[in-house]
């Protein structure tokens, strides 16, 4: 068996890859709930099926750590929860670089899913490791700037500026979808940029069981089911969502709505099919995982989703693979899943809430055009079954180390050297978006290429 750059060759017809050591870097994973979470989970789980060494390194949550089979690779870092009021835990400064087991890792590759506090420790350990970094730009940073101890339009000019510089730092970006890579190109990325969507396991969620799901949440087996899944937080336009739907209760006197999730806006959802009066005929399901969530999806008849901060809407593959269609607004991700009047509508981004409910109404009144939109739902997601994207990003993966090897062979760099210069570049690079953000500085200077 031989030893390269941190890759191991082993005979693998079905391959026909070296099998490397992958150390992901991400600020949220299970038991936290959420898209990036799902991802890297689901990056976890084939490319360890598929022979390869992984790593997770990812903060602590007050709920506790995944199920034993993934928490065996997972490095928990020292985290300060709840941080300003939101689910999300913020890693202690350095917390990951006291951690015996990263230490002796040996990783051939450094994926990033984040560009702050961790992604900075990715790129620290990268440079101290001499391996690339892959980054996928999993959100749009500025609809998060709420969470940001400072409140202004300026925050979130400073938190996508500071996911560009990031990215430039990277030999190669994963974009989850092509609307977000035109955005990210727009707004300064030069590093390569591949889309490659975040991928399900469609066969699953086709499995789920309507009927088993319905009885289980006490929803009417006749009833015709308005669905939403997904966090429940102010960058998901949750208002505006509740008030949709509550208007399609009502003027559909049938229907049940049925949201799946949890998270600080609940309470305010709430409050919304209160006013509406349709409170009675809601269900707040919570957070689901397994069975029991492949069964709520099942039992959905159409799936409202009004976000305008995805970069792709992982849950939009997931529910069409139930053969659920999808009522959306017009914004990145969104657009890249949802075909409109083929497997739902995709409406105007600033369609009103009334606009929104009455075709929601329509598609519950319209049985046989849902069915036609709900087998272009199945159709759509089979093109996101993770077999297909895992193998994408194996792939790149490959043809990014193959670029860092050549690269190394070409120079004779110090790994000190290299550590040093990483570190001012993280300083820099924060520093230029501050002063670009709230002082008005001119524009980031053009980044020094990535690796060696």
């Given at each position: 068996?031989?030893?390269?750059?941190?890759?191991?060759?082993?005979?693998?017809?079905?391959?026909?890859?070296?099998?490397?050591?992958?150390?992901?870097?991400?600020?949220?994973?299970?038991?936290?709930?959420?898209?990036?979470a799902?991802?890297?989970?689901?990056?976890?789980?084939?490319?360890?099926?598929?022979?390869?060494?992984?790593?997770?390194?990812?903060?602590?949550?007050?709920?506790?750590?995944?199920?034993?089979?993934?928490?065996?690779?997972?490095?928990?870092?020292?985290?300060?929860?709840?941080?300003?009021?939101?689910?999300?835990?913020?890693?202690?400064?350095?917390?990951?670089?006291?951690?015996?087991?990263?230490?002796?890792?040996?990783?051939?590759?450094?994926?990033?899913?984040?560009?702050?506090?961790?992604?900075?420790?990715?790129?620290?350990?990268?440079?101290?490791?001499?391996?690339?970094?892959?980054?996928?730009?999993?959100?749009l940073?500025?609809?998060?700037?709420?969470?940001?101890?400072?409140?202004?339009?300026?925050?979130?000019?400073?938190?996508?500026?500071?996911?560009t510089?990031?990215?430039?730092?990277?030999?190669?970006?994963?974009?989850?979808?092509?609307?977000?890579?035109?955005?990210?190109?727009?707004?300064?990325?030069?590093?390569?940029?591949?889309?490659?969507?975040?991928?399900?396991?469609?066969a699953?969620?086709?499995?789920?069981?309507?009927?088993?799901?319905?009885?289980?949440?006490?929803?009417?087996?006749?009833?015709?089911?308005?669905?939403?899944?997904?966090?429940?937080?102010?960058?998901?336009?949750?208002?505006?969502?509740?008030?949709?739907?509550?208007?399609?209760?009502?003027?559909?006197?049938?229907?049940?709505?049925?949201?799946?999730?949890?998270?600080p806006?609940?309470?305010?959802?709430?409050?919304?099919?209160?006013?509406?009066g349709?409170?009675?005929?809601?269900?707040?399901?919570?957070?689901?995982?397994?069975?029991?969530?492949?069964?709520?999806c099942?039992?959905?008849?159409?799936?409202?989703f009004?976000?305008?901060?995805?970069?792709?809407g992982?849950?939009?593959?997931?529910?069409?693979?139930?053969?659920?269609?999808?009522?959306?607004?017009?914004?990145?991700?969104a657009?890249?899943?949802?075909?409109?009047?083929?497997?739902?509508?995709?409406?105007?981004?600033?369609?009103?809430?009334?606009?929104?409910?009455?075709?929601?109404?329509?598609?519950?009144?319209?049985?046989?055009?849902?069915?036609?939109?709900?087998?272009?739902?199945r159709?759509?997601?089979?093109?996101?079954?993770?077999?297909?994207?895992?193998?994408?990003?194996?792939?790149?993966?490959?043809?990014?180390?193959?670029e860092?090897?050549?690269?190394?062979?070409?120079?004779?760099?110090?790994?000190?050297?290299?550590?040093?210069v990483?570190?001012?570049?993280?300083?820099?690079?924060?520093?230029?978006?501050?002063?670009?953000?709230?002082?008005?500085g001119?524009?980031?200077?053009?980044?020094?290429p990535?690796?060696?």
């Open positions: 068996m031989a030893e390269t750059l941190g890759v191991w060759h082993f005979p693998c017809a079905a391959l026909h890859a070296p099998f490397v050591n992958i150390c992901h870097f991400t600020n949220t994973f299970l038991p936290h709930v959420g898209g990036v799902r991802a890297v989970q689901t990056l976890l789980e084939d490319q360890r099926a598929a022979g390869h060494g992984v790593l997770v390194v990812a903060p602590e949550f007050d709920e506790g750590p995944a199920p034993p089979r993934l928490e065996r690779s997972v490095v928990r870092v020292a985290a300060l929860t709840h941080f300003n009021d939101s689910d999300f835990s913020v890693r202690l400064p350095l917390a990951a670089a006291l951690d015996d087991r990263l230490a002796g890792f040996p990783a051939g590759l450094v994926h990033a899913h984040h560009p702050f506090l961790l992604g900075d420790t990715a790129l620290r350990e990268a440079a101290r490791r001499g391996v690339p970094v892959v980054f996928t730009h999993h959100t940073y500025e609809h998060y700037a709420r969470y940001l101890p400072v409140r202004s339009d300026a925050a979130g000019d400073f938190a996508a500026d500071v996911a510089r990031f990215a430039n730092r990277c030999a190669a970006v994963v974009a989850p979808s092509r609307s977000v890579r035109d955005l990210i190109v727009e707004r300064g990325v030069t590093a390569p940029v591949h889309v490659i969507p975040t991928g399900i396991d469609v699953l969620f086709a499995a789920g069981d309507g009927a088993a799901g319905r009885a289980a949440l006490g929803l009417p087996a006749e009833a015709q089911v308005i669905g939403h899944l997904g966090r429940l937080a102010g960058e998901k336009n949750p208002r505006y969502l509740a008030a949709s739907i509550g208007v399609a209760l009502r003027l559909r006197a049938d229907a049940r709505a049925l949201v799946v999730g949890d998270g806006a609940r309470g305010e959802m709430s409050e919304v099919f209160s006013e509406l349709v409170a009675p005929r809601v269900v707040f399901a919570g957070k689901l995982a397994g069975r029991r969530l492949r069964d709520a099942a039992a959905m008849d159409v799936f409202a009004a976000s305008r901060s995805e970069t792709q992982l849950v939009l593959a997931e529910v069409m693979a139930a053969g659920v269609p999808v009522v959306a607004l017009d914004a990145p991700g657009r890249d899943v949802v075909r409109d009047g083929k497997n739902g509508r995709l409406l105007a981004a600033d369609a009103s809430e009334l606009v929104f409910a009455r075709v929601l109404a329509n598609a519950l009144r319209r049985v046989a055009t849902r069915l036609r939109w709900a087998e272009g739902a159709r759509t997601a089979a093109t996101l079954d993770r077999a297909r994207t895992g193998r994408r990003l194996l792939a790149l993966y490959a043809e990014v180390m193959r860092h090897e050549r690269a190394l062979r070409a120079s004779a760099v110090n790994p000190a050297l290299a550590r040093l990483t570190e001012g570049q993280i300083i820099a690079d924060k520093t230029g978006a501050l002063l670009r953000a709230f002082a008005g001119a524009p980031p200077a053009e980044p020094a990535a690796g060696p």
